[in-house]
Nanobody, 121 residues
Framework: QVQLVESGGGLVQAGGSLRVSCAAS????????MGWYRQAPGKQRELVATITSSGSTNYTDSVKGRFTISRDNARSTVYLQMNGLKPEDTAVYYCNAVILKAPPIKWENYWGQGTQVTVSS
């Protein structure tokens, strides 16, 4: 069994900062791409940022220059540092990872349970 567990969400005022974390655990052989998605009420889930196992990053335009994704491969953990938060960043943030379970058979896509981030104006 593989699990992704997020932490670090909460309530912050506009202009503030938050860091969310996501730790993968279980019978993991290897982790490829990790990322963060978000879903606001009444909207579809959207990509926020991704990071490959070698550290290449990708961001949606609306968070470029404000959010930073990083990962600690030794801890199987991905982070999202969010600075300059805006009310429109309010959403449930979901962690995503492409993982090869042990024993290695095939790559599979996993999701965390989500963590709420609320930005007040």
């Amino acid at each position: 069994q593989v699990q992704l567990v997020e932490s670090g969400g909460g309530l912050v005022q506009a202009g503030g900062s938050l860091r969310v974390s996501c730790a993968a655990s279980g019978r993991i052989f290897r982790i490829d791409k990790m990322g963060w998605y978000r879903q606001a009420p009444g909207k579809q889930r959207e990509l926020v940022a991704t990071i490959t196992s070698s550290g290449s990053t990708n961001y949606t335009d609306s968070v470029k220059g404000r959010f930073t994704i990083s990962r600690d491969n030794a801890r199987s953990t991905v982070y999202l540092q969010m600075n300059g938060l805006k009310p429109e960043d309010t959403a449930v943030y979901y962690c995503n990872a492409v993982i090869l379970k042990a024993p290695p058979i095939k790559w599979e896509n996993y999701w965390g349970q989500g963590t709420q981030v609320t930005v007040s104006s």
